[in-house]
């Protein structure tokens, strides 16, 4: 098994930055990819960025792109989120979650992924 805990949300001003934190723990070994998702007030969980575990290989939704950095450093199991230039529209309930099937492909589908933490809400002021 494996247990995701999230952490960074919080309230910020239109074009302010937040960095979001999600570190791993238990069964990480076989770690293929991690990602983070969002999920505002009555929509669907969308897909926000992922991070290939070994080597930096990353993928932006175009939602996000140019505005948000995924990084991880694998001697703390941690992935980061890191927001700038945030929009009211960006506010949602921040997920990140862990893929451990390999694939030729970075993850982008909820399916994809097997274990989740909880959500940090990320509240953006205009």
């Known amino acids: 098994q494996v247990q995701l805990v999230v952490s960074g949300g919080g309230l910020v001003q239109a074009g302010g930055s937040l960095r979001l934190s999600c570190t791993a723990s238990?069964?990480?070994?076989?770690?293929?990819?991690m990602g983070w998702f969002r999920q505002a007030p009555g929509k669907e969980r969308e897909f926000v960025a992922a991070?290939?575990?070994?080597?930096?290989?990353?993928y932006y939704a175009d939602s996000v792109k140019g505005r948000c950095t995924i990084s991880r450093d694998i001697a703390k199991n941690t992935v980061y989120l890191q927001m700038n230039s945030l929009k009211p529209e960006d506010t949602a309930v921040y997920y990140c979650?862990?893929?451990?099937?390999?694939?030729?492909?970075?993850?982008?589908?909820?399916?994809?992924?097997?274990?989740w933490g909880q959500g940090t809400q990320v509240t953006v002021s205009s």
């Open positions: 991070i290939k575990w070994s080597g930096d290989t990353t």
């Open positions: 238990g069964r990480t070994f076989s770690t293929y990819g």
């Open positions: 979650a862990l893929s451990n099937t390999l694939r030729l492909w970075l993850p982008r589908e909820l399916n994809e992924y097997q274990y």
